[in-house]
């Protein structure tokens, strides 16, 4: 496992917890109940201690269809926004989980489990020596994007908030790419040099890399308002945008072009 996610840029969602005197919190749930199942039996190893809490970054059936394997006296804690999308489009998400990863990865057993407590802000979670500090600095990829920090260990979830190390770039699923880049430099403000930050999916990264992601939603915009300045037909504006200095992300081709582009320029 170890040597995959050093050889690949972009790996399957990540998820961790945070043991304290009195009990762990868990962040993300995974897509289905075999991996939240693994998740709760790594606890076991480290740990007889009750799971008291579950965080969800986001409502992206990766991060959080494994939740109705925890046990029922554990509190599920999302941003409001993550709650509302979990309790009002669960089964549309889940039809669409199915159809990216197919019809026999577990999602199909999967029932929305949405959040016990909500948090708009920040919140701080005392677990016995160990505290974890819960942050919504913006969006990024979703309404809901939460941070979690674990401050003894200097450690953040923060989900896909960013995707993996560079050379991954920003998903701009939802569009709003100025918004996000005010949320990434942020980010970068709150953290500091020896933060270990933990992607929603590949390796762990540190402060500086978070700099290629700022970079990137930079120039793309920045290539988008000169294309729409100068009134510049489809065709013409996508390649203005190519940013092949990109290309080695594994993801360049699908995600710049069909997904970021489209999203900065708008309907051609």
Same mark, same amino acid.
């Given at each position: ?16 917890? #945070?043991?304290? !005197? ?49 046990? #029922? ?35 199909? @057993? ?41 401050? @003894? !260990? ?9 995707? #993996? ?7 701009? %699923? ?9 949320? *990434?430099?942020? %980010?970068? !403000? ?24 700022? #970079? *990137? ?5 920045? %290539? ?23 290309? !080695? ?15 900065? %320029?708008?309907?051609?």
């Amino acid at each position: 496992m170890a040597s995959d996610v050093d050889d690949t840029d972009h790996t399957a969602t990540n998820a961790g917890f #945070a043991v304290g !005197d009195s009990g762990v919190l868990v962040v993300e749930s995974l897509s289905n109940g075999r991996l939240a199942s693994q998740i709760i039996g790594e606890v076991r190893k480290a740990t007889p201690l009750p799971i008291r809490f579950l965080v969800n970054t986001s409502f992206h059936g990766d991060h959080c269809f494994g939740n109705f394997v925890f046990p #029922a006296q554990t509190v599920i804690i999302h941003h409001e926004a993550t709650k509302r999308v979990i309790d009002e489009r669960f089964e549309q998400d889940r039809a669409f989980m199915i159809d990216l990863l197919g019809a026999n990865a577990g999602i199909e @057993e999967a029932v929305a489990r949405s959040a016990d407590v909500t948090v708009t802000g920040s919140c701080s979670l005392d677990l016995g020596g160990k505290h974890v500090d819960i942050e919504h600095i913006g969006y990024a990829q979703t309404d809901g994007d939460l941070v979690v920090r674990m401050r @003894e !260990d200097n450690i953040a979830f923060v989900g896909n908030m960013l995707q #993996a190390p560079p050379p991954a770039f920003p998903w701009l %699923l939802e569009g709003r790419a100025d918004e996000a880049l005010a949320t *990434y430099r942020r %980010l970068h !403000d709150i953290l500091d040099d020896d933060t270990l930050i933990v992607p929603g999916h590949g390796r762990t990264m540190r402060r500086a890399d978070i700099l290629h992601s700022i #970079a *990137y939603l930079q120039k793309l915009i920045s %290539l988008a308002r000169d294309a729409q300045d100068n009134k510049l037909p489809a065709d013409q504006a996508r390649e203005a945008l190519a940013m092949k200095e990109y290309s !080695d992300y594994s993801m360049y081709e699908f995600i710049h072009f069909q997904v970021n582009i489209p999203a900065v %320029l708008g309907p051609q």
